[in-house]
């Protein structure tokens, strides 16, 4: 069967051990977790957690199967097989040089990057958008020299039906 | 009314009606012991935390009601976690009270500290760190709510010194209060279940231990003997469904009867209840069942299409999906085919390799001595069983007619389990015939334990099939790996009699077959704990047996030992 990266959504208690409880059922199971977001939600008890994880449809109803067992998790959802939108966020160190000033420049209008620093010798930008996006603004940034990356987990939230 | 934790720890356990604690103190239950004391709460002392919890295990097992355990910190604390496994494996309803180094200590590498939530996360239902007193009752009350409800489990609760010492304004708390599963939705699928029983020309029932922990089996033998399919079982499953009935095929798996085996392999319908197909029974699982519709009904969502793929699946207790189906036939809502051909070939099977081993007059048979037992014991005995060979040839010769009275470590497969657990069914039935059924491997895993039967003048037996091996691991060693026994020869023993004596029990020998009779009699109506000490036949294997990853039609049926 198919493989493919599931988005797998959650509503847990906002308390310490629950975030382990989560990883250690997938861990302990042999079931990678590729990226994770974990924060409170607008009720202040209860987080979410968004992991994504690769597999084929079996092995994803199995996890799924096993996390709606945790006493401490309300709510499983796989957001990959409903209408979700999907967003992450990257923070992209680079050095600026006389060199490459220019085409960062350009590739910041291009593609609407937000820049939080820009010192003569290196700048801070910020990139939203979906796990496409990412790799794609990535790709254009990389041959003009990124020193160091901070990328967060896929979030994801259903549509109104 | 203002309470300390450990007044309302003890009031609690009252509210939840624990009529038996296993256990042993240490610095960080102090409070708790010295509450114990004061109101007088039925405790035993265990001689290891790891026999406290097996032993509360055996009480729940025996008893169906939630087991409890009360250590102290650290050590204390790991040491239950073997036991804790072994429970959670077999879905067994037990609450571990943990002591633990004071709040203001946690973290810092304190005396006496393990983290004890943390090991014990996977292998518990749930665990809880109590942090202030206020959340005590109703933590324990959780606790016992969650160990026992859907597929029980253990949970363990893990309270801190200071937590016990501190006072709160008590109220007694309402019942834990939970959105119960109706099962509604899912029994709607058993008109469906009848469809495939009028389709089907060779059913066969799989009973497992849900059925057990679902208390029913009554609505089990209802169902069978209404449908007169025939029927097998796991191992932790044994005694659901009477060992004595002429639809009973015995267990089925790595170590089943051959015509459980060729049933399940031949079958078209197989009907699973409260079974989660353990690899044990399955062997290699394209070759398991490999013709049949499946109907699988079991309470936990997440053993349906784990291992096997069902065909129909009813997530329901067992009893409330059982109860339903004997309705619908009792109202004679569905016709019952008759099975004729496929009961004459199951009965073909059974005459053909009835499950037999081959006696001596030389040098006892292990077999030979639970066939006695059983006789002598008229099978009404809480069975219990330490893990390997010993535990084998008790689920194959002794019949189990009733729920409750087989308590072996089927999923963990802990050697040591079954003296403690033993002692936990005895707390639990002071009266009744308990034996431990044990190997002289396993049975030194926890020998300090006749202290406890003995302190508590718990009568428990011991059958100690001893071989002078760990057998079952030599006998893979014999099969598989050229009979080099590395490490498995275990004649260095103690002398049991002695032993037994020393601590106060009766200790019984018997060295050959016309002694068997003679021992098992003395030990088995003498009032009090008892080893009766069997020198058994040292290579002598379990058999039929599947070797792993081959299909469980294929069995190894030991002619050469038998002939």
Aim: aromatic fraction near 8%; hydrophobic fraction near 40%.
């Amino acid at each position: 069967m198919e493989e493919k990266i599931h988005i797998i959504s959650l509503l847990v208690n906002n308390k310490p051990d629950v975030l382990a409880r989560v990883s250690g059922t997938l861990g302990g199971r042999g079931y990678n977790i590729e990226s994770l977001c974990v924060n409170v939600t607008a009720n202040p008890e209860m987080s979410r957690i968004v992991l994504t994880t690769t597999g084929d449809k079996p092995t994803i109803t199995k996890i799924k199967k096993q996390l709606d067992k945790l006493i401490d998790v309300y709510q499983v959802s796989d957001l990959t097989e409903v209408n979700s939108v999907q967003r992450e966020l990257v923070l992209i160190r680079m050095k600026v040089t006389e060199e490459n000033k220019s085409k960062i420049t350009e590739t910041i209008d291009t593609f609407k990057f937000r820049v939080i620093i820009m010192e003569p010798d290196y700048c801070i930008l910020e990139v939203t958008g979906t796990p496409g996006k990412m790799e794609n603004a990535l790709a254009h940034l990389k041959p003009m020299g990124i020193e160091d990356i901070a990328r967060t987990g896929t979030i994801a939230l259903k549509r109104k039906e | 009314m203002k309470l300390t934790g450990s007044q309302i720890f003890v009031k609690t356990l009252r509210e939840e009606k624990v009529d038996a604690i296993f256990g042993y103190p240490g610095g960080a239950v102090l409070d708790i012991y010295d509450e114990f004391h004061k109101s007088k709460v039925k405790h035993v002392l265990s001689r290891h935390e790891q026999g406290a919890v097996h032993a509360a295990d055996g009480y729940a097992r025996a008893s169906g009601k939630v087991g409890v355990c009360v250590v102290t910190s650290g050590p204390g604390a790991t040491n239950t976690v073997t036991g804790i496994a072994t429970a959670y494996m077999d879905s067994i309803p037990i609450v571990i009270f943990t002591g633990q180094v004071p709040t203001p200590f946690i973290g810092t590498d304190a005396f006496q500290e393990a983290d004890i939530t943390g090991i014990t996360r996977p292998c518990t239902k749930h665990n809880f760190l109590v942090r202030h007193v206020s959340d005590l009752a109703r933590t324990i009350k959780e606790a016992f709510y969650i160990a026992r409800s859907g597929r029980p489990g253990p949970v363990l609760v893990d309270l801190p010194k200071d937590v016990m010492q501190a006072a709160t304004d008590y109220r007694p708390l309402p019942e834990v209060s939970s959105t119960a599963p109706t099962y509604g939705a899912a029994l709607k699928r058993i008109p469906a279940v009848f469809d495939l029983i009028s389709k089907a020309k060779n059913p066969i029932i799989l009973s497992g231990g849900g059925i057990i922990l679902g208390k029913a089996s009554n609505e089990l033998r209802e169902f069978v003997q209404n449908v007169k399919i025939p029927i097998t079982s796991t191992l932790v499953g044994l005694g659901a469904f009477p060992g004595t009935d002429p639809l009973w095929l015995g267990m089925l798996g790595m170590h089943g009867t051959y015509y459980a085996n060729m049933a399940i392999s031949n079958c078209d319908l197989m009907i699973a209840i409260g079974v989660r197909f353990d690899d044990r029974i399955t062997s290699k699982i394209d070759t398991f069942a490999p013709d049949a519709k499946i109907i699988h009904i079991d309470i936990d969502p997440a053993s349906i299409d784990k291992n096997v793929t069902a065909d129909i699946s009813i997530v329901s207790d067992c009893k409330p999906a059982l109860q339903l189906i004997n309705k619908l036939i009792r109202d004679n809502q569905f016709a019952i085919p008759q099975y004729d051909d496929w009961l004459k070939q199951i009965a073909q099977w059974k005459t053909d390799e009835p499950l037999t081993y081959c006696y001596s007059d030389k040098v006892i048979k292990s077999q030979f001595v639970i066939e006695k037992l059983y006789e002598l014991s008229r099978g009404e005995a809480i069975i219990t069983t330490e893990v390997g060979q010993n535990q084998m040839w008790a689920a194959q010769f002794y019949k189990f007619d009733h729920p409750n009275t087989f308590l072996s470590s089927g999923g963990l497969g802990t050697m040591g389990y079954g003296f403690p657990a033993a002692i936990g069914a005895q707390v639990a039935f002071p009266d009744k015939l308990v034996v431990d059924v044990a190997g002289d491997g396993s049975i030194q895993m926890n020998i300090q334990e006749l202290a406890t039967a003995i302190q508590y003048n718990l009568p428990v037996k011991i059958v100690l099939l001893n071989n002078g091996y760990l057998g079952m691991v030599r006998q893979w060693q014999e099969l598989f790996y050229e009979k080099r026994y590395s490490q498995t020869d275990m004649s260095f023993s103690p002398d049991f009699v002695k032993l037994a004596e020393a601590y106060g029990a009766l200790g019984l020998r018997a060295t050959k077959p016309e002694e068997v009779e003679s021992v098992l009699k003395q030990g088995l109506f003498t009032p009090k704990t008892v080893i009766m000490d069997f020198h058994v036949s040292r290579e002598e294997g379990v058999y039929p047996m599947v070797k792993p990853g081959t299909p469980i039609a294929e069995m190894d049926l030991g002619r050469e030992m038998i002939n």
